[in-house]
């Protein structure tokens, strides 16, 4: 069974920091594009940062400067370290990948997998 687990999500005050990591587990044959969503209540799902297979990194313009998403192949994680956190970040933090998954012997399907999300508080 393929998934993704999300961690690192908390409570912090403003200006300061937190690292989140997803983990992609499962009959991973690939992994394309990773990204971070985040929904705060209320509001829609909107992409945070995404990083490709190639190396091709898009934020959102209310992240740039303050947040570095990153990937690590080999451990199939994704990482978003975050900086000078505001309280408009407040949002649950959600993992999304595009991989190619075995499964079953000799099918191969691209599928689009979501993690269960982590709570991210950014208050005094």
């Known amino acids: 069974q393929v998934q993704l687990v999300e961690s690192g999500g908390g409570l912090v005050q403003p200006g300061g920091s937190l690292r989140l990591s997803c983990v992609a587990s499962g009959s991973i044959v690939s992994i394309n594009t990773m990204a971070w969503y985040r929904q705060a209540p209320g509001k829609q799902r909107d992409m945070v940062a995404a990083i490709t297979s190639g190396g091709t990194i898009n934020y959102v313009d209310s992240v740039k400067g303050r947040f570095t998403i990153s990937r690590d192949n080999a451990k199939n994680t994704v990482y978003l370290p975050m900086n000078s956190l505001k309280p408009e970040d407040t949002a649950v933090y959600y993992c999304?990948?595009?991989?190619?998954?075995?499964?079953?012997?000799?099918?191969?399907?691209?599928?689009?997998?979501w993690g269960q999300g982590t709570q991210v508080t950014v208050s005094s």
């Open positions: 999304n990948a595009d991989l190619v998954v075995n499964l079953s012997p000799g099918q191969y399907s691209r599928m689009e997998y």
